[in-house]
């Protein structure tokens, strides 16, 4: 049986957080709704804060408007 290993883009991944953060979401579900480990998931976490795609609001990540329009438009582009 042979395990083919298919790695995301940075795109990708960053959809992932954001859709799963759409309507708020502890970074343990982050975690594991993207698949992803936590020392990956910190650093796109600070990544999106500091672009403004995502914001923290206590110990919930809020998607926000500049990260939907980012979902939409990697959306359209198939990424």
């Given at each position: 049986?042979d395990?083919?290993?298919?790695?995301?883009?940075?795109?990708?991944?960053?959809?992932?957080?954001?859709?799963?953060?759409?309507?708020?979401?502890?970074?343990?579900?982050?975690?594991?709704?993207?698949?992803?480990?936590?020392?990956?998931v910190?650093?796109?976490?600070?990544?999106?804060?500091?672009?403004?795609?995502?914001?923290?609001k206590?110990?919930?990540?809020?998607?926000?408007?500049?990260?939907?329009?980012?979902q939409?438009?990697?959306?359209?582009?198939?990424?």
């Amino acid at each position: 049986m042979d395990v083919v290993i298919i790695r995301r883009s940075r795109t990708a991944i960053s959809v992932e957080i954001l859709r799963a953060a759409l309507e708020g979401a502890k970074k343990t579900h982050i975690v594991y709704r993207a698949n992803l480990n936590f020392e990956v998931v910190n650093r796109y976490l600070s990544l999106l804060k500091e672009k403004g795609l995502i914001e923290q609001k206590g110990n919930l990540y809020v998607t926000t408007d500049k990260g939907k329009e980012f979902q939409e438009i990697a959306k359209e582009l198939g990424l």
